[in-house]
Structures are given as structure tokens and as C-alpha cells.
């Protein structure tokens, strides 16, 4: 049994009974597109879909049943990034904004309000304004913030700490070239941000469950953590974030932003990951370190 709290920002799923120090969040797997947003858009049905961590919900639909509460977005990326800060606004999307210092994501178009999507290919055929921005980010960036923020701090209080798994997935092709030479690439990808976010014995227990279930797994390239990492991960506060990017090849036709016929059996697969992840961060368990 499990409560679940819906609204147009997010959806969030809490079990009867919390009972466990971690949190699961994926900010990234929205996939409500509105049909006014799609109008606007010049990119067709598929194209827009191409940054959503696709059904990356559904990967981790299992953890409240575990007792463990999990956030999910319902609007997506390409609409509103809630993994970037909410003033990481672009100057050559929005209209009247005057150029800040220079910020990497912004300038490649991955700003709060994305002007791309995979590949660079441009959402809009021009600006938007100020003000609709400025809505967006009220009635999305604001909420989902506000609930994940109640989340870790009613965990902390309950149990001491609180962990927070950020789930994503990546393209294939974006760590097709990564790892020695001659080697397989990752198929997980552990992001702490070098230990800023999280304490390594957090991370030891993710990868370790990781790895007994057969996946290769690296820490920190090519993605360490974005802005939730950096803005939730204190881990001298005992408040520790572990970005999570799985290979959407493992589960994902990427071209058309389809299941694989053998979701199912690599669901399972992650369900045994997240039991025995659950089951590490059990009250009693050796306490977190605090780096």
C-alpha cells in the first residue's frame, strides 16, 4: 500500500510507512507533453523525447512498496530542467535578459528552460518571454523542489541521515568512448561529485549492489552530479546524494523511445539492485560515514 500525491509538477508516491534513510527521486522522466507546448515546438513527437530519461519511473516504481518514498516528475525536460537552478535561464531563449557569467550549460542550450534537445536541435523557432519563463518556473520547478526538499529534511529528522538517489538514464552514445582502451564501456554511471555530495561508503553500497547484479559500473565520468546533487549533498550534515545514469541501450529502443521487448526481465533485474540496496541502508546497519 502506498499514498500518492499528484499535481501537474510531480507525482509522489510514499509508502505506508517510511523505513529506510533513503529517497528516490527522477526528475527527468516526465513525459506529460502538453499539447499547446507541442504546437510551439519544431521538433515532431519523437524528436522532443529524445533527452527524457524514458521510463526511468518505472525502473524504480518497486522502491515504496520497499518503503521508501519516491518523486517523479510528470512534466518533461525538454519543458522545464529540474535538475538545473532555477535562475540557469538562457539569454538566447528568453527574452530581455541580460548576459551573465559565462555557465556551460546555459551556452550549450541545457539551461532551466532547455533550448535543445539531444543533439543540440533546437525546441522553439524563437524567443520565449520573461514572464512565461518566469510561470514555468513557478508552477513546476517550485513545486518539485519544495516536495523533494520536505523529503529530505522529514527523512533526516526520522532517521539521522538521509540519502537521496537521483535516478536518470544516459544515451548509449555518450559513453561509447568512455573507460580504458580496449575495455567496456560503463553501463551504470555513480555520480557524487567527487565526494562533495555524498560520503564514499554511501557510494561503496550503491556500486557494490550494482555490481553483484552484473553491471559495469564508474563513478563520476562523464556525469558527476548535477544541480540536485550539488544543492541537496551535505554529507558533513549526514544529507548524501548519488546520481544515478543507467545505459538506456540496457532497456531502451532509443530510436523510438520504446521499451525493449525484454524490459521486463532488466526491471527485475534493477528490483534486485534496489532490494539490495534497501537492505544496506537499513536502520541498524553500520552508520554512515561523514565526509
Given at each position: 500500500?502506498?499514498?500518492?500525491?499528484?499535481?501537474?509538477?510531480?507525482?509522489?508516491?510514499?509508502?505506508?510507512?517510511?523505513?529506510?534513510?533513503?529517497?528516490?527521486?527522477?526528475?527527468?522522466?516526465?513525459r506529460a507533453y502538453a499539447p499547446e507546448f507541442l504546437q510551439r515546438a519544431q521538433l515532431d513527437a519523437l524528436e522532443i523525447r529524445s533527452s527524457e530519461d524514458a521510463?526511468?519511473?518505472?525502473?524504480?516504481?518497486?522502491?515504496?512498496?520497499?518503503?521508501?518514498?519516491?518523486?517523479?516528475?510528470?512534466?518533461?525536460?525538454?519543458?522545464?530542467?529540474?535538475?538545473?537552478?532555477?535562475?540557469?535561464?538562457?539569454?538566447?531563449?528568453?527574452e530581455g535578459l541580460v548576459r551573465a557569467p559565462h555557465n556551460p550549460r546555459?551556452?550549450?542550450?541545457?539551461?532551466?528552460?532547455?533550448?535543445?534537445?539531444?543533439?543540440?536541435?533546437?525546441?522553439?523557432?524563437?524567443?520565449?518571454?520573461r514572464a512565461e519563463a518566469d510561470d514555468r518556473i513557478a508552477r513546476v520547478w517550485r513545486p518539485y523542489h519544495a516536495a523533494l526538499q520536505g523529503l529530505m529534511e522529514e527523512t533526516l529528522q526520522t532517521f539521522g541521515e538521509a540519502v537521496l538517489i537521483d535516478c536518470h538514464s544516459m544515451p548509449h552514445e555518450a559513453i561509447e568512448t568512455q573507460g580504458r582502451p580496449g575495455a567496456l564501456p560503463p553501463e551504470v554511471v555513480l555520480g557524487d561529485?567527487?565526494?562533495?555530495?555524498?560520503?564514499?561508503?554511501?557510494?561503496?553500497?550503491?556500486?557494490?549492489?550494482?555490481?553483484?547484479?552484473?553491471?559495469?559500473?564508474?563513478?563520476?565520468?562523464?556525469?558527476?552530479?548535477?544541480?540536485?546533487?550539488?544543492?541537496y549533498g551535505?554529507?558533513?550534515?549526514?544529507?548524501?546524494?548519488v546520481q544515478?545514469?543507467?545505459?538506456?541501450?540496457?532497456?531502451?529502443?532509443?530510436?523510438?523511445?520504446?521499451?525493449r521487448p525484454d524490459f521486463a526481465a532488466f526491471q527485475q533485474l534493477i528490483e534486485g539492485v534496489l532490494s539490495e540496496v534497501i537492505a544496506a541502508f537499513r536502520p541498524g546497519r553500520t552508520a554512515l560515514a561523514a565526509e
Open positions: 500500500m502506498s499514498f500518492r500525491t499528484a499535481t501537474a509538477a510531480f507525482e509522489l508516491i510514499r509508502p505506508l510507512r517510511q523505513e529506510t534513510p533513503l529517497v528516490f527521486s527522477s526528475p527527468h522522466s516526465g521510463f526511468v519511473d518505472d525502473l524504480f516504481a518497486s522502491v515504496p512498496g520497499r518503503g521508501a518514498p519516491f518523486l517523479k516528475a510528470n512534466a518533461p525536460r525538454a519543458y522545464l530542467d529540474l535538475n538545473r537552478a532555477a535562475d540557469e535561464l538562457d539569454p538566447a531563449l528568453i546555459i551556452s550549450s542550450g541545457l539551461g532551466v528552460i532547455p533550448r535543445v534537445v539531444a543533439q543540440g536541435r533546437p525546441i522553439y523557432h524563437g524567443k520565449i518571454t561529485r567527487f565526494g562533495a555530495a555524498a560520503s564514499r561508503d554511501v557510494t561503496d553500497r550503491l556500486e557494490m549492489a550494482f555490481r553483484r547484479a552484473g553491471l559495469r559500473v564508474a563513478r563520476n565520468a562523464p556525469f558527476a552530479g548535477a544541480y540536485i546533487a550539488q544543492a551535505r554529507p558533513s550534515r549526514r544529507q548524501h546524494v544515478v545514469e543507467i545505459d538506456r541501450a540496457l532497456y531502451l529502443d532509443e530510436a523510438r523511445v520504446a521499451k
